[in-house]
């Protein structure tokens, strides 16, 4: 596994962005035990701490590469492994966060096979990759020259055209709603969150989310998409 590291800024950073997450997730898990986290495929380890400070607990996060920067060492403890093989006991976690991670392993249903047998019947995940169908992305990426994100999206274009828009292929597309619904519900019932996730995170564009959602466009406006569920044998869905 890959885990692709970018670094934001300000409220729509990595941290940000997964706190705005942790808030969702809470409210949508409510009454929920979160104390044992796990993060898949953490980079910096930003998004794990973010998650730690959120549910105050310390947090378990894994990378194939070392990207991790150790200022993250207060909430996080941070172990260079395959996602593919995780070196944890059955049913250890409560949460399993997975953040841009799951399009860079080639044998993703292993992986997500993994988080499933170490996650706790009734524990909850959230997946999120880059969205297939988008029609551009790379935009909200403060500090990214416009130049990179306007080439970026050129690549991804290209491939798109090519028919070779598959991360097998080597492209940064990501799955579709659809499709990474069908990968998680392996670990239980899921629903898509995206479009209540860009709500929050982006609530002073309100307007413009709304007209987005009116004319049915999230499906190729949306960069990203999310995916909440509970690991079979829950009583509620997320």
Not at 136 to 150: D, T
Request: hydrophobic letters at 35%; one cysteine or more; proline letters at 3%.
């Amino acid at each position: 596994m890959v885990a692709q590291t970018v670094y934001y800024k300000g409220n729509t950073g990595a941290g940000g962005k997964t706190r705005t997450l942790a808030s969702l997730i809470a409210a949508r898990s409510a009454g929920m035990r979160i104390a044992d986290v796990l993060v898949v495929g953490c980079g910096d380890g930003s998004d794990a701490r973010a998650l730690g400070r959120h549910f105050g607990c310390r947090v378990e996060a894994i990378d194939l590469e070392h990207y991790y920067d150790n200022r993250n060492d207060d909430y996080v403890r941070f172990t260079q492994m395959d996602a593919c093989g995780l070196a944890f006991e059955p049913a250890r976690f409560d949460f399993i966060y997975s953040f841009h991670a799951l399009e860079h392993i080639p044998d993703y249903r292993r992986a997500v096979a993994e988080i499933g047998r170490v996650l706790k019947d009734g524990g909850a995940y959230c997946i999120g990759t880059p969205n297939r169908s988008r029609l551009a992305g790379y935009v909200g990426i403060p500090g990214y020259p416009m130049a990179q994100k306007i080439q970026a999206n050129l690549r991804d274009w290209s491939a798109r055209l090519r028919g070779r828009f598959r991360n097998e292929f080597g492209a940064h597309a990501g799955f579709t709603s659809r499709e990474l619904l069908d990968i998680c519900n392996a670990i239980g019932p899921g629903r898509d969150i995206s479009t209540e996730y860009y709500f929050r995170l982006y609530g002073h564009r309100k307007g413009v989310l709304r007209a987005i959602t009116t004319l049915n466009l999230q499906s190729i406006v949306w960069p990203s998409v999310y995916i909440l569920g509970r690991k079979a044998g829950a009583s509620t869905t997320p």
